[in-house]
């Protein structure tokens, strides 16, 4: 049972354009949301967070929304880079506790294209 | 240190072999997870540590797989008698105290193959 799902496997941008990556989630426990972006053989990078206290959370080309009603939240980022290329997880967990596991989503390859 | 240090990069073991990984985390955090991915899916949780002390182990296989971290060492995740299907990569990733909600830093992973 997949708690975390982002449905798109893959993303194609163009340079300069808004990426929008979504992810949506089943169970209402979660509080906390996080999104990594994993370049092959390396670890995943923690990107931005939100809590479910918010509906947005902005950390310079990178924007995380929240519906929490809809149990969905997306990725935004402008303007898209080439550097930007990677697979990006959606992860979330139950709050309350900083040793609190994270569920994570099965990924969105990400290509921006020059 | 200032990143979480995973060893080795690569294990290879036969059927039946045991592999251990080893994982120092972030200097000041206090907790420590591992995760499996396995086949380039979604992470598998499976153990966390508050210090020395087991947080949560309920994503752990209750045979072969055992985990500790002890103080002044790395922590260190261990497979006896190794199958195929634990071929994956192993991620630890740590995180601080302070705070309810604490992202979590990674490790570049133990990539295990199981011939």
């Known amino acids: 049972d997949q708690q975390v799902k982002q449905n798109s496997p893959s993303l194609s941008v163009q340079e300069g354009r808004i990426s929008i990556l979504n992810c949506d989630y089943t169970n209402s426990m979660f509080d906390y949301f996080l999104w990594y972006k994993k370049y092959p053989a390396e670890g995943p990078t923690f990107l931005i967070s939100i809590s479910s206290i918010k509906d947005k959370n902005e950390d310079g080309r990178f924007t995380v929304f929240l519906n929490k009603s809809a149990k969905h939240l997306s990725l935004h980022i402008v303007p898209s880079q080439p550097g930007d290329s990677a697979v990006y997880f959606c992860?979330?967990?139950?709050?309350?506790?900083?040793?609190?596991?994270?569920?994570f989503g099965g990924g969105t390859r990400l290509m921006v294209k020059p | 240190g200032e990143e979480v240090a995973q060893t080795p990069k690569h294990l290879v073991r036969g059927e039946g072999q045991k592999a251990k990984l080893y994982c120092a985390p972030i200097?000041?955090?206090?907790?420590v997870f591992w995760y499996q991915q396995v086949l380039k899916n979604e992470f598998k949780f499976l153990i966390s540590?508050?210090?020395?002390?087991?947080?949560?182990e309920t994503g752990m296989p209750k045979e072969r797989f055992s985990a500790k971290c002890l103080p002044n060492s790395p922590c260190s995740l261990e497979i006896q008698a190794t199958k195929l299907e634990d071929s994956a990569v192993y991620f630890c990733?740590?995180?601080?105290?302070?705070?309810?909600?604490?992202?979590?830093?990674f490790g570049p992973g133990t990539r295990l193959t199981v011939l």
């Open positions: 540590f508050q210090n020395e002390n087991v947080f949560d």
């Open positions: 992860a979330a967990s139950e709050g309350g506790n900083a040793g609190n596991m994270l569920t």
């Open positions: 990733a740590s995180s601080q105290l302070a705070g309810s909600y604490n992202e979590q830093f």
């Open positions: 200097k000041g955090h206090s907790y």
